[in-house]
C-alpha cells in the first residue's frame, strides 16, 4: 500500500476546534475501512474513528464521540476528522490508514502522522 499522508495538526487551546486531512488519492489496494488512529506518551495506538467499505458504516471510541467527524471526499482521494470541543486528553500522535474488522484493527500501513496538542 502507498504511505498516506496526514496534515493538519497544531498546538491549539482547549475548547478549539482542528481539521485533519489525509491524503489517500494513491491507495490502490483493497481494504474493508479507513480510519484514524491516536497515540499519545506510553500509550498504545487506539482508533478513534473509521468509515467501513462493507457491514458497519463508521466507528468512533466514546471518548470522541459527539466530537469528531470522519469523512471522505466525493472523489475519494482524501479522508478527513473535524475535531471540536478538543480537550488535554486529545494530546496524542494522529495517524490515518487503512483497517479491518470492527472495532477497527489498523493493517499497519501507516503515514508520519500529525500531532496535536491541546492545553488548558
Known amino acids: 500500500q502507498v504511505q498516506p499522508v496526514e496534515s493538519g495538526g497544531e498546538s491549539v487551546q482547549a475548547g478549539d476546534s482542528l481539521r485533519l486531512s489525509c491524503d489517500t488519492s494513491?491507495?490502490?489496494?483493497?481494504?474493508?475501512?479507513l480510519g484514524w488512529f491516536r497515540q499519545a506518551p506510553g500509550k498504545e495506538r487506539d482508533a478513534i474513528a473509521a468509515?467501513?467499505?462493507?457491514?458497519?458504516?463508521?466507528y468512533y471510541a466514546t471518548s470522541v464521540e459527539g466530537r469528531f467527524t470522519i469523512s471522505r471526499d466525493n472523489a475519494f482521494n482524501t479522508l478527513y476528522l473535524q475535531m471540536d470541543n478538543l480537550k488535554p486528553e486529545d494530546t496524542a500522535m494522529y495517524y490515518c490508514?487503512?483497517?479491518?474488522?470492527?472495532?477497527?484493527?489498523?493493517?499497519?500501513?501507516w503515514g508520519q502522522g500529525t500531532q496535536v496538542t491541546v492545553s488548558t
Open positions: 468509515l467501513y467499505t462493507t457491514g458497519d458504516s463508521e
Open positions: 490508514g487503512s483497517c479491518r474488522q470492527y472495532p477497527p484493527v489498523g493493517n499497519d500501513f
Open positions: 494513491r491507495y490502490t489496494d483493497k481494504y474493508y475501512c
